[in-house]
């Protein structure tokens, strides 16, 4: 094709794309041709066409619209997105289908995207006011919807399931996506975990953590992700914590961190590749039996009264 | 060493028996003993420890030093591993070493790789501390990580011995001992 022939680099072929020319590629080619070449390659007005058009097949569909909001997690066998080995559906359900299922039929959409300010693992609740997410509907056949629709939409999503729930549902632009990667990369999160110590306890051994502030540490790739990321050393800092006293081999830890942070590694040490750590702070063995996400310290997207 | 249930003080399984799967080698490379344990995680990633019954780990054995320079060309400290396939790892077959032991009593113990894969990283903790590796030989003072292919992750343990079979190994061992003596 002629455009792609101008600038060759922006339009490369890859498995995943239907089309070569998509709207990133697009909005980077133009932001990358001089403006001498582009007035030469194509001038106003344009150059009488040589042939007469013919056309093969007309396909419509509807721009994709964004609907946002932020989800809470109460169970600790959820996973974010489908669980699926070899064609083998290890666990039900999903986080996102859950929450997209419901506005797929209303929007009468094909397909969706669904993105969040970070995730949490399977076994990890969220709590508190709940995690920012944005999912795209694709080629939607119905797009207009009052305030007061969304707002029944929420309940819908809401009253049809108790392993997660929704709030301030809304319809936004395409600027979410960026919202939710900002969320992701830049902002703190507060948890709460559950702790265990090999040596017994008392509560006065607990205390000097609650003095600790901004605490750095140095975490290499955690094992049961590196084999799907590169293996790296990531400073993170955890700004506090607070420490709540169970019994013997018990505490509750309350913390704040950077965003980022692996929380269960930070706890259990992950073989001293995370360091410092609970254990190694603590001079001997800890294990985190229970996490939560307490907060994402997202101020998107807008919250709604309701 | 002698192998015993372990005690669960904590109702709750630790952190190797809730990710890994124990695999054993005894005697590597024909030396009587020296035993290592390989803790398959269920993302296919090896973490190469030695198991209990290893010499190392006997009550009066002193580490003096550890290297991992195991030829004149050859640091395990040099692999550089980048982006998400891991490319310029050392390839390790599985009578590649990985590390040498000097104990103060003279004797020296090569560890083995024993998993085809590529080497992720090596243990440097155990470097400067060498008595974690006496303390925590299945946590902090584990070897090194290697990732086997993908195509090669459920065959690699074909070669290697469940803990049941190890243990009874290990008890053979020690009835054939007591007989003679």
């Keep these: 094709m002629e455009r792609g022939a101008i600038c060759p680099d922006c339009f490369k072929p890859a498995k995943n794309k239907q089309s070569v020319f998509t709207r990133m590629a697009v909005m980077k080619a133009l932001n990358k041709i001089k403006e001498e070449d582009f007035h030469k390659q194509f001038p106003c007005p344009p150059n009488s066409p040589k042939a007469v058009c013919t056309v093969l097949e007309i396909e419509c569909a509807h721009g994709a619209v964004f ?9 600790r066998s959820l996973p974010q997105t489908p669980w699926i080995i070899d064609g083998e559906r290890k ?54 919807f009052t305030s007061q629709e969304i707002k029944e939409l929420q309940q819908k999503i809401n009253k049809s399931s108790n392993k997660i729930q929704v709030r301030d549902l809304q319809l936004v632009t395409r600027e979410a996506i960026g919202h939710m990667k900002e969320g992701e990369e830049e902002k703190t999160k507060t948890y709460s975990a559950l702790i ?85 702070l603590m001079n001997m063995t800890a294990d985190i039996l229970e996490l939560d996400v307490e907060s994402v310290d997202v101020d998107w997207p807008p919250a709604l009264d309701d | ?67 991992y320079q195991i030829s004149t060309n050859c640091s395990r ?52 501390k060498p008595s974690i590796l006496q303390e925590k030989p299945s946590t902090e003072g584990y070897i090194a ?15 290697l011995l469940t803990q049941k079979q190890y243990e009874e190994i290990v008890v053979k061992r020690i009835n054939a001992t007591t007989a003679t003596s």
């Excluded at chain 2, 390989?38 to 003096?64: E, Y």
């Excluded at chain 2, 790892?89 to 113990?109: M, N």
């Excluded at chain 2, 990580?145 to 070669?159: A, C, D, H």
């Design chain 1, 67 to 75: 609907v946002a909001g932020r989800y809470n997690k109460y169970s």
């Design chain 1, 91 to 144: 666990l039900e359900s999903s986080v996102e289908e859950l929450i997209s299922d419901h506005l797929l039929t209303v929007f009468k959409a094909e397909s969706f995207n669904f993105s969040s300010s970070g995730r949490e693992d399977v076994d990890v609740r969220t709590l508190g006011n709940g995690r920012p997410f944005a999912i795209e509907l694709v080629n939607p056949h119905r797009v207009h």
């Design chain 1, 196 to 280: 265990w110590t090999n040596k017994a306890i008392q509560k006065k051994d607990i205390e000097f953590l609650n003095d600790i502030k901004d605490l750095k540490i140095d975490q290499k790739t955690p094992l049961r992700v590196l084999h799907r990321r590169p293996l790296a050393v990531r400073t993170r800092v955890i700004h506090f914590m607070e420490t709540h006293y169970v019994d013997a081999h018990h505490f509750r830890l309350y913390l704040k961190t950077q965003a980022g942070t692996y929380i269960k590694e930070f706890v259990h040490g992950d073989f001293g590749r995370t360091k410092p750590n609970i254990g190694s």
């Design chain 2, 1 to 67: 060493w002698i192998p015993s249930p372990k005690p669960l003080s904590r109702g709750v399984p630790s952190l190797v028996d809730r990710y890994f799967t124990r695999w054993y080698k005894a005697d590597v490379k024909g030396k009587p003993c020296e035993d290592h344990c390989i803790l398959q995680h269920s993302n296919r990633i090896c973490v190469i420890t030695l198991a209990g019954s290893h010499p190392v780990l006997q009550s009066g054995k002193t580490i003096k030093s550890i290297s």
């Design chain 2, 77 to 128: 400290l040099q692999n550089k591993v980048s982006g998400k396939f891991k490319r310029g790892a050392q390839f390790l077959t599985e009578l590649a070493p990985l590390c040498k032991i000097y104990c103060s009593d003279g004797e020296e113990y090569t560890i083995s790789s024993c998993v085809r894969g590529r080497l992720m990283e090596v243990n440097e903790n155990i470097l400067h």
């Design chain 2, 145 to 159: 990580v290697v990732l086997p292919k993908f195509e090669e992750s459920k065959s690699i343990t074909e070669g």
